[in-house]
């Protein structure tokens, strides 16, 4: 089914709504015992002879503390993302320090889909590398200079391509290189809404409800009065010829467009306004391209006619 207009985001203009709790590091080096002190690595292993030459004891030195090995740090950060019933494969994971409450916090890198933060608290926290990433772009955009807390650093967590480009093609969207993309915000239904943005054409918004995943082409979203913020308004127009390809309407220069409404075959009405010549109403199916096309003229008894072109007035014969 053709996918309907997607709700208010929460929060203000695509704010994400995640959890308020973001955890805050002291970062701290694993292998240093004596906690945040800074000449504490460097001086570990130095002894310091003492004044009187009389005592020739030496100076008692703290034992290091061996710092985790890899394999560590991927069983703690699997067994806290499965603690909090997060699906991950972990395949790589890094100690990135401890927050104020001694909880050590994991990055985590999982074979399918997102990265995660995973702080060591009860119940355990996870954080989805993806959201925190939109989150931070778009505080960045309201005020460049903000605080967006800690963020995920594995080189393969900062490179959102390859996720967003497995939920397009659960979306059913084949014809889009993804070449940006991030988190934008949350539907009302607490739905995660993702943009992409595609090399060459516009992109779509992507949405999972329940089990399935939707897709929102971005010149639809315009006409929703939605913004898109990785496909230029060349890209957007330049939709219309594929939408329109191989029907009556194939050769009009589309210079506006509106929605009009559904038909009783659930197909998405909408009326284009052409650079010369007579404008169309388009029928558009799941698919994006058009069913079906009707001249303003044949148009004029559906749900009030054209609006965007003044049509001739149809003849009696018509």
Not at 46 to 64: I, S
Not at 132 to 153: M, S
Not at 187 to 201: F, K, L, Q
């Amino acid at each position: 089914m053709f996918h309907k207009k997607l709700l208010a985001l929460v929060g203000g203009a695509m704010a994400l709504a995640l959890l308020s709790a973001q955890p805050a590091l002291a970062q701290v080096d694993p292998q240093d015992p004596r906690g945040d002190d800074p000449t504490a690595g460097a001086n570990r292993d130095r002894v310091v002879p003492r004044r009187n030459d009389n005592q020739r004891r030496p100076q008692q030195q703290t034992p290091a503390v061996a710092a985790p090995t890899p394999e560590e740090n991927k069983a703690a950060a699997q067994a806290l993302l499965t603690g909090a019933g997060v699906s991950c494969q972990v395949t790589e994971a890094a100690l990135l320090g401890v927050t104020a409450e001694q909880q050590s916090t994991y990055e985590a890198v999982c074979a399918e889909g997102p990265g995660y933060l995973a702080v060591a608290s009860t119940p355990p926290q996870t954080f989805n590398c993806l959201e925190l990433a939109g989150q931070a772009e778009t505080t960045r955009l309201r005020d460049p200079e903000a605080d967006v807390g800690q963020q995920c650093t594995l080189p393969v967590n900062l490179d959102p391509k390859p996720v967003l480009t497995s939920y397009a093609r659960a979306a059913g969207v084949t014809d889009c290189t993804v070449d940006e993309g991030s988190a934008i915000g949350k539907s009302t239904a607490g739905n995660t809404i993702y943009e992409i943005g595609c090399a060459g054409r516009d992109g779509f918004w992507l949405e999972k409800t329940g089990e399935s995943w939707q897709a929102t082409p971005c010149w639809d979203l315009v006409l929703m009065q939605e913004a898109c913020r990785y496909s230029t308004e060349a890209e957007i127009k330049g939709a219309w010829p594929r939408l329109l390809a191989g029907t009556p309407a194939a050769a009009c220069d589309v210079q506006e467009a509106r929605r009009v409404g559904r038909d009783a075959q659930g197909l998405t009405v909408y009326e284009v306004k052409c650079g010369a010549g007579d404008g169309y109403f388009a029928r558009i199916g799941d698919t994006f391209t058009a069913q079906r096309v009707h001249t303003c003229v044949e148009a004029a008894n559906i749900a009030g006619g054209c609006t965007l072109t003044a049509a001739a007035p149809a003849s009696t014969e018509q």
